[in-house]
Structures are given as C-alpha cells and as structure tokens.
C-alpha cells in the first residue's frame, strides 16, 4: 500500500510541475534576432524599434549567446520587441525575467525593460517599464502605478544584473539582482487608479522588450542574455492536488485497517 501511495505522490508532483509553463523564451543563441530555434527556446524572436528619434543611428546584431544594439542621436529610444505575442489571461500570475549582460555609459544614456499590448513600441503605452534615465535613478511605472528607486552605482549596471518582476492578483514585486548602492531590493507595488490584473494583461496578448535612450554623444550600447516568461500555477492546481492526495492516504489507511 505504501509503495501505491509513493506512486501516486509523484504522479501528483509531476502533474503540478506539469501546470508551470514557459510561454515565452529568447537565449539569443541562433545568430538570428528575429528567431529563436535553439532547444529551449519558446516563442521567441525580436524586431528593432525606434521611437522619438532626431537623426538615429541604430544597429542591432545577436550572435554568441548575446542580442546587442548600439544607438546615437538626439532623443533616441531604440531597441527591440518581441514578434510573437505571448498569452497570460488563463493565468492568475506570471513572472518575466530580463539578464542584462552589459550597459554601457550611464552617465549620458538611459535603458527600459518592459511588457506592452502593442508591437511597435512599449515606451507611452506600456504595462510595465523599469527605467534608468541619465541620472541613474530607477523609475518603474506599472499601469498607473509609479514608484522611484534610489540613486544606483553607475558600475552596478554596467556589470550586468537581472531583473525579475512577478505579477499578480496584489500587484508587482520586482527585484534586480546585481544592482547595487541605493537600489531598494525586492520591492512591491499594489494596483490603483481601477487597475486589475485583469485590465492590465487579461484582456490582451503582451510583448516584452527593451530600449535604450541616447541623448547625444557617447554611443549607447545594451547587450542582454536573455529573456524569459514564465506562467505561475494557479493556486487552485495545488489546492486540487493537496485534496487528491489527503483522498489517497484516506483510502490507503482505510484498506490498510
């Protein structure tokens, strides 16, 4: 009965590690932006974007492992978005991960992380951006929601850090892993102003992204590692999956008397 009852234990594990999904992933590991075909890889690919530029020049190339875009000129956001939109509306939470590899010159360009319903761009009409202007405070806004970090140490940045942002039904927490002198950690932002997860990511398919801002001169350059979404499970998957395995010990001990 004992080895019954280990059997179906596992089962259970393997079916609520089975409600877990990644619904999108991008490691930049086919020498392509556009595509992603390496094993592992989920729905990924990018597109280069400008927006709000005065005589840009970009450029955007993924090779080793690494997606890297350089921009000049006055006002520029360039970068890259996602060109497959990923689902997260039949699920009750979500986390994105960004891996920054590099970023170069803080002291005169600036970068954004983000998620938007909208291909073209995330820098007006996004659901989340985690910023970093020329003064190297964090800013995040979170549908009408924003929030200012403490000043950070230009080199925390540059040696690369992660950001990982989690939503769901109470808000966002965010923390970036690497970023340090001032940065605030794990920090938690709740909805306002009639903001839902619903409204903000279950009436839409997103894209996920990122920019960065060159002001003038020196270039910017912004190299990330990857970027990944994964799909939380719903609380209920474990709740269905406690009361599965109360039944079985029930009915083990039950034979067993």
């Known amino acids: 009965m004992k080895k019954g009852l280990i059997t179906l234990t596992a089962g259970l594990m393997i079916a609520g590690a ?51 875009f350089n921009a000049t000129g006055t006002n520029n956001r360039s970068g890259m978005i996602s060109t497959t939109a990923f689902d997260v509306s039949s699920y009750t939470s979500f986390t994105v991960t960004w891996v920054v590899e590099t970023y170069s010159d803080t002291a005169s360009n600036g970068f954004q992380l983000g998620l938007s319903t909208t291909a ?7 659901r989340f951006l985690f910023e970093n202007g020329t003064d190297n405070v964090m800013d995040v806004n979170f549908g009408s ?10 080199a925390s940045q540059t040696s690369g850090f992660t950001l990982t942002a989690t939503f769901d039904a ?18 938690a932002i709740a909805y306002a102003g009639g903001d839902t997860y619903a409204s903000l990511f279950g009436g839409s398919t997103m894209f996920v992204g990122a920019n960065i801002q060159a002001p ?11 970027i990944e979404v994964t799909a939380v499970p719903e609380p209920s998957s474990y709740a269905l999956l406690a009361g599965l395995l109360g039944l079985s010990y029930v009915m083990v001990r039950r034979r067993q008397a």
């Open 18 to 68: 089975a409600n877990a999904a990644t619904v999108f992933n991008d490691t930049f590991s086919d020498g392509i932006l556009s595509t992603a075909t390496t094993a592992g890889d989920v729905n990924g690919g990018f597109e280069t974007i400008d927006v709000n530029n005065v005589n840009p020049v970009f450029s955007a190339n993924e090779s080793g492992g690494l997606a890297t």
């Open 120 to 126: 073209s761009s995330f820098d007006n009409v996004a």
């Open 145 to 154: 929601q924003s929030s200012v970090d403490n000043t950070i140490a230009a």
């Open 170 to 187: 109470s808000g966002i927490t965010y923390s970036a892993t690497g970023l340090g002198a001032g940065y605030l950690g794990d920090t």
């Open 216 to 226: 003038g001169s020196p270039n910017a350059q912004f190299v990330l590692n990857s």
